[in-house]
Nanobody, 126 residues
Framework: QVQLVESGGGLVQAGDSLRLSCAAS????????LAWFRQAIGKEREFVAA????????YYADAVKGRFTISRDNAKNTVYLQMNSLKPEDTAVYYC???????????????????WGQGTQVTVSS
């Protein structure tokens, strides 16, 4: 069983930065995919970014490329999402997710994550 706990959300102004953290209570994430999703009010949950634990290969949604960076700290069993140049449209609840073998769409691990955190609110004011 994997438990994920997100932190780092908050209220910021457009153009500011935030770093989200996702700490995992599992012995190892070896061979796992770790991802961030977000869900805005009235919208479906959408993929933001993912990283493979072993190789560190990263994947990003077009909406965040060049602004967000996903990374992991193996020693701390933690994955991060550094968010720069935040926009009001980035406002959402951000969720951390993990899975050994998510389903890919055009090579991107988008679906089928079994483990989810409780979410952390990010609000960007204009």
């Amino acid at each position: 069983q994997v438990q994920l706990v997100e932190s780092g959300g908050g209220l910021v102004q457009a153009g500011d930065s935030l770093r989200l953290s996702c700490a995992a209570s599992t012995r190892t994430f070896s061979n796992y995919y770790l991802a961030w999703f977000r869900q805005a009010i009235g919208k479906e949950r959408e993929f933001v970014a993912a990283i493979t634990w072993n190789s560190g290969r990263t994947y990003y949604a077009d909406a965040v490329k060049g602004r967000f960076t996903i990374s992991r700290d193996n020693a701390k069993n933690t994955v991060y999402l550094q968010m720069n140049s935040l926009k009001p449209e980035d406002t959402a609840v951000y969720y951390c997710a993990a899975d050994f073998s998510p389903r890919t769409v055009l090579g991107v691990p988008l679906r089928g994550y079994d483990y989810w955190g409780q979410g952390t609110q990010v609000t960007v004011s204009s």
